[in-house]
């Protein structure tokens, strides 16, 4: 115990990355009573802001640039949060302690916290760079973003994910002729069942989305000033474009941990705890890969849900100088037009699946199995369906049986909505 | 009495509002929050609080606590 009980000794702690993950670091640590510095660094020149906004009520113009800072940004200096702004980190040097940042500031840390997020995945096909190719992942690309979808006639979405839908869908609200071009045979085919992608496929279809699956992309083509023009396949089709959103997801930005000497694959490396291969350095949100119970393998995962309870997991590990395990139910949720896809824990390793309501009718849910144990929702414009999975699979974690089994399911008087109790409010972890 | 308030936009739909006091809060069929009943007295303040805590986004608030 003694080694844990230093690790609570006081000294700053350090959070890189004034994303999602990392301010609420900040905030929880403060909350929960560090009374010694704490240190915020974002590269970014803007206050933190909520991320999910960007991709739906800031591009329709109904938020403003303040409208999506997270709660509580401008709070910062009263809580005592030192946040540098624009800045970046030169180096971690995990020998003497310290973390330089790019002010020339040097900081000796007691612990860091590395929330450094993704950046967008880049084609790497010629004409990736052209005028006219886009990203959606700051708030400054979506200023970019959003004016461009104001003025394009023609849009083509690279990438048949959420960001790339939710886009599509906004764009074709406005008018704009959208295409989404997606390279697997399946629209979300990284984080959706196969209902929902094929019910996601009809709904863009039928508000007037044009969508190709399979689709691989050989080149982006300019016109003579330079800009992108159209999208051309391998097998010679030319999609036309004024504008070209690259939606093909995010790749973990690790290179400070890497340069420091931590353990880093498919994102940097943690333990059931979120600790890095070094001491009282920790790793949380999209830049972390940390072993997930679903799917018995090290994964990363990109939401809202995973940056904040990560957030405050690290923070009461920190300030209570006891680790723990971190234990969560993944969830997402995703708002494209009318459509709304939220999908809880995680279906990976699913063997059976159950639909649960009437397609036909907008709103249902898919259940996916391991075994007879539920593993997983992917609930459609259903969010009693979502809530009540959420309560069953948040048991299951617990280790009570929620009586919910593939049988049941199965079974002709099968109510989803009668499993999963409300949640001890003591336990309740946001 | 206090007062909930829905900040604009924010919603996400994770229905942990919903989760801890179902009567004060729903979702529609888009999952985002809908506000059953905007006054809360007294004895439900807590209950709202927690609530409103639980909101990963801080789309709501509670007025006057």
Known sequence: MTERAADSTPGPVVVIGAGKAGFETAIALRASGWNDRIVLVGDEDALPYERPPLSKDFLAGKMERDDVLIDGAVRLPQLE????????????????????????????????????????????????????????????????????????????????????????????????????????????????????????????????????????????????????????????????????????????????????????????????????????????????????????????????????????????AIVSGQPGVYRAVPWVASKQGALTVQAAGLTGNHDSRVVYGDPDSGGFSTLAFDGETLVGIDAINSPRHFLAARRVLTQELNGTPSGLTLERARSSDFRLEDFGRRRDPEVVSG | MHRIEVVEGKCIGAGNCVDVAEDYFDQGDDALVIVLKEQVPEGDVAEVERAVKACPVAALRLLGA
């Open chain 1, 81 to 316: 949060i030192e946040f540098h702004r624009a800045t970046s980190v030169e180096r971690l040097d995990l020998e003497s302690k310290e973390v330089v940042l790019s002010t020339g500031e040097s900081i000796r840390y007691s612990h860091v916290v590395l929330a450094t997020g993704a950046r967008p995945r880049r084609l790497t096909v010629p004409g990736a760079d052209l005028e006219g190719v886009v990203h959606l992942r700051t708030l400054a690309d979506a200023e970019v973003l959003k004016t461009t979808a104001e003025t394009t006639e023609s849009l083509v979405v690279i990438g048949g994910g959420y960001v790339g839908l939710e886009v599509a869908a906004h764009a074709a609200s406005l008018g704009v002729r959208v295409r989404v071009l997606e390279g697997m045979s399946r629209l979300l085919n990284r984080s959706a069942l196969p209902e929902t992608s094929e019910h996601a496929l009809r709904h863009h279809r039928a508000v007037g989305i044009e969508v190709n699956l399979d689709v691989r992309i050989s080149e982006l083509v300019s016109d003579h000033d330079g800009r992108v023009r159209g999208v051309l396949t391998e097998d010679g089709t030319l999609f036309e474009a004024e504008t070209v959103l690259c939606a093909i997801g995010i790749e973990p930005c690790a290179e400070l941990a890497e340069r420091a000497g931590l353990a880093v694959a498919n994102g940097i490396q943690v333990d059931e705890s979120l600790r890095t291969s070094a001491p009282h350095v920790w790793a949380i949100g999209d830049c972390a890969s940390f072993p997930v119970p679903y799917l018995r393998q090290h994964a990363r995962l990109e939401s809202v849900q995973n940056a904040v309870e990560q957030a405050r997991f690290v923070a009461s």
